[in-house]
């Protein structure tokens, strides 16, 4: 039997955080191509360290529920479930351990997904088109925003819009500057971010004084999508991630 | 080199067919966490809240996951952080077609609690102390390492008590170092500090340091000024609102009050 066990961060305060990886667990669920689908959280129940006493299959498949490589991926995950690498047999179980999901060849399709989403029966303005791909940044972890710069140019290259930008919360360049400068009429801002949350539904609005999915200023249109990780095909990357582990070969121990 | 073996128990398919076992063996049913969980003569298996054991009009469910939403929030619509603290929701049962069913629902009410159980039940379940799992501990929660002996006995007193979580606490501050609290009495293992837990003992650690600042031993601390201060404002409007299950940072939260009765208590009655 196979399965896949989906990690996501989870939250000691509301349900924002483990809601998407529940969705698409179930959206996997009902695709098959796996015997069970289990979720697991770092800060919600089942704890990363309990969950395998609860999964029957003998071949699992780990599957980090975040963008980028990072503390969480390199750090957290491993330790709390006690992986040694890319494949570990443990407690009559082997166990694959995928790698996070936003520097995944088809991260870029599911970002543009959402814009079509976002941007299905709304009128762009006469002019230039631009999308802004917005990370968290931060100044500890250069992953974080390299994750961004990768599917910016990935999603430049397919040539779509007239501009492709990165802009971030925590470091330059800074969202509201790219927002507010980028010389284009229609501005297209995706949050690459798991789940929604305070930054998403509070911070970021507020900073930049959105008012929905359509704020109308002089001299452009902003569109506010909702962030990559909520969208429906985020559970075919997942699922995705997990098939492309089979491969991974076993590194022998040679003593 | 350790592989997949045949001859390894397989601890998840044990665990499901030992719980479906000790449920069938009694018609009554079994309680377990706030749940009393039935074999039905029909086949199949039952779950509601041992609350409803005679209700009629509850809402019916017959899909597992559904599990996930039952246990989500309280009555009052809060999140619920913590599936084991004594704040299940009425009004549902659970028709379950098999023991895989059965089980599938007993891990979103209680996630991973039949197995640890049934490990315990076989004499196999692993503890760990809270010294090695702090140790473990990075990024914004490595400070609970520092936590002394009686600052973890304390805030297991205050987080880990059946007034606030049915678990049985079976983990110690360190293996010589027994807990010396109240330990549970219910039949759902807790062989590990949870992640709720290291929050709370984070926030302990902040309230011992400021013990540590406090040259006085039976001087206020700045916090527990304010914590008093919260309270009374409170009260005087006439509705104490509590802080969520697991803002720790807040004053009105049970699990920082509870600790506040047994380190502030003291002080401010010192004759008892
Ligand atoms: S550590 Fe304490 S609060 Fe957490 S599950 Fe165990 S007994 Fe409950």
Redesign the pocket.
Known sequence: MKALVIVGHGSHLNEDSSLPVYEHAERIRQSGGFDEVVECFWKEEPSMRHVLDTVESEEVCVVPAFISEGYFTQQVIPRELGLDGPVTFKDGKIVRYAGPLGTFEKMADVILERVEDLMRGKELREGRTALVLLGHGTDLNKRSSDVIYLNARRIRERGVYDIVEEAFLDQDPEVGEVVGKVEAENVILIPVFVAEGWHTRETIPEDLGLTGEVTVREDRTIFYGAPVGTHPSMASLIAARARETEHYEVVQNVS | MSRTSPDRENVAVSSREAFAAWVGEAPEGRKFGQVVVRKLPSGGYEIRHASDAGSENLEVHTNPRDARDISKLTEAGEYRP?K?SPNLRRGWVLRLADDRELASAMNYLYPAAISHWYLLREGRLKTTSFRENAARQSGIYERVRYLSDEAVQNA?RA??EDE??L?K?LWDVDENTPLEMER?RGDIP?PE??S??ISFARRVRYFEREEENTSDGNALTPGERRDLAALVEAAASGEVKMAREAEFEKPLNQRRMRYRRLTLLPKLRPEE
């Open positions: 913590l084991s297991a987080c880990c606030v979580c678990k606490t549970g807790c500090p949870c709720v837990f």
